[in-house]
């Protein structure tokens, strides 16, 4: 219907992404024009979803719980929500800017031969199903508005941690809607087959709301314990450069900048980043951010709303210890 909305929700080990569940508040706030909110969720258990949604305002739940969608399948999950996107008749579509919803995104928008706004930060739909909105540019340095006028339904995907997480005034229906498998299993050609965990689980930067984050002013892998004990103490993501994960220091997921992961976490403390431009890209849209550096001019202190000029291995320490005795 022209004045609905559909979101589609990723899952891993069967949990809802919080960045999905961003992206259903952003939908209720902002898309809908009267109409109906739609929900997919794919895979094993997606059916058993509907009582966890309906806080959220969402009406109708579509859902496919086939084995081969567990795990992230291009093909077979681009096939369910352009079936659903048809089916439904929805003026928007939205997805969390996650990698997978952004490599989702394109693909559906492709199949759908409509368009697709990426990486926003705001979001408006006109009362026709116009969709606008503002996305981060030339690292993060300004902004540009872009617009979907004409093409429906209007796709987009949003930065993550950018739009709250807030359940609805009024619970949604939440209806349950099987959906026909709207694919051939046998011209699937590419699925993940295995999802493998690191020894010590940690929080993924892209979706923590805190993050403290170690570059080469930490001098060696050895003094990212410093990092940690914080992050832990706070209940934080490690994050990292992208110079101590090109050295080694600490694997890649956790690195944040334009080759990395872009996070907007609520804090972002900064232990000895310099702030290089491919790094600000990642992590100046963060709503508060502390830098820590010895050197006075350092470009991160230019994005910092707060900033300690000093040694990180005496700062760091004083942090973890205060933020201990705050907690009891």
């Given at each position: 219907m022209a004045g609905d909305a559909l979101v589609f929700l990723e899952r891993r080990e069967g949990q809802i992404k919080r960045p999905s569940l961003q992206a259903l508040a952003a939908a209720r706030r902002h898309a809908l024009r009267g109409g109906s909110l739609h929900a997919l969720v794919l895979g094993p258990g997606s059916a058993d979803c509907a009582s966890e949604l309906a806080p959220y305002g969402v009406d109708h739940v579509h859902h496919l719980a086939d084995p081969l969608l567990e795990l992230y399948a291009p093909e077979a999950y681009t096939a369910c929500l352009a079936q659903v996107a048809r089916s439904t008749g929805a003026a928007v579509v939205l997805l969390a800017g996650t990698a997978l919803g952004r490599d989702l995104a394109a693909r559906t928008a492709a199949r759908l031969g409509t368009a697709c706004a990426s990486d926003l930060v705001e979001l408006q739909v006109a009362d026709d199903g116009a969709?606008?909105?503002?996305?981060p540019?030339?690292?993060?340095?300004?902004?540009?508005?872009?617009a979907i006028p004409r093409a429906?339904?209007?796709?987009?995907?949003?930065?993550?941690?950018?739009?709250?997480?807030e359940t609805?005034?009024?619970?949604?229906?939440?209806?349950?809607?099987?959906?026909?498998?709207p694919f051939d299993p046998q011209r699937i050609r590419v699925r993940a087959v295995e999802l493998r965990h690191a020894a010590e689980?940690?929080?993924?930067?892209a979706e923590a709301s805190i993050i403290v984050a170690g570059g080469r002013g930490l001098r060696g892998p050895e003094n990212f314990s410093l990092v940690r004990d914080l992050a832990r103490a706070?209940?934080?993501?490690v994050g990292a450069s992208r110079a101590v994960v090109d050295a080694g220091w600490i694997p890649h997921a956790h690195q944040v900048g334009q080759t990395g992961k872009v996070v907007s976490p609520t804090l972002y403390v900064a232990c000895g980043i310099s702030g290089a431009i491919q790094h600000l890209a990642g992590m100046s849209s963060s709503k508060v951010i502390v830098a820590i550096n010895k050197d006075p001019e350092a470009p991160i202190?230019?994005?910092a709303d707060y900033g300690i000029v000093g040694d990180l291995f005496e700062v760091l320490p004083a942090l973890t210890r205060a933020v201990e005795a705050h907690k009891g």
């Open positions: 969709l606008s909105g503002r996305r540019v030339y690292s993060g340095k300004a902004y540009a508005r872009v429906r339904p209007a796709m987009a995907t949003l930065r993550p941690n950018v739009f709250p997480a609805a005034e009024r619970p949604g229906r939440a209806e349950s809607v099987p959906l026909e498998r689980k940690e929080l993924d930067v706070l209940g934080a993501a202190f230019k994005v």
